[in-house]
């Protein structure tokens, strides 16, 4: 079973930064991409970052372009999410996932989420 990991999420000052990692393991498997995505209170979860785990597609949300940059760790199976010039906005559970491949197509993984809270 694959699981999912997040962590380096905590309270910061605006206009500080932050760097969430996220592993996946649990047996051989291979990944498609992972990416983040946040969900603030009272909010839906959106789409924050993505990349692709074969050659550097990267996509981002606007309102963090320029600020968040993804990356990845193909031989730890990590990805981690750069955010600098953090905004009280940005304050939320980010959460990450991993779409792996499997027989009936693709299977998205999710992690439990890391608390970012960004102070004013």
């Known amino acids: 079973q694959v699981q999912v990991v997040e962590s380096g999420g905590g309270l910061v000052q605006a206009g500080g930064s932050l760097r969430l990692s996220c592993a996946a393991s649990?047996?051989?498997?291979?990944?498609?991409?992972m990416g983040w995505f946040r969900q603030a209170a009272g909010k839906e979860r959106e789409f924050v970052a993505r990349i692709s785990w074969s050659g550097s597609s990267t996509d981002y949300v606007d309102s963090v372009k320029g600020r968040f940059t993804i990356s990845r760790d193909n031989a730890k199976n990590t990805v981690y999410l750069q955010m600098n010039s953090l905004k009280p906005e940005d304050t939320a559970v980010y959460y990450c996932k991993a779409t792996i491949p499997t027989i009936a197509g693709e299977t998205d993984y999710w992690g439990q989420g890391t608390q970012v809270t960004v102070s004013s």
């Open positions: 649990g047996g051989a498997f291979s990944i498609l991409a």
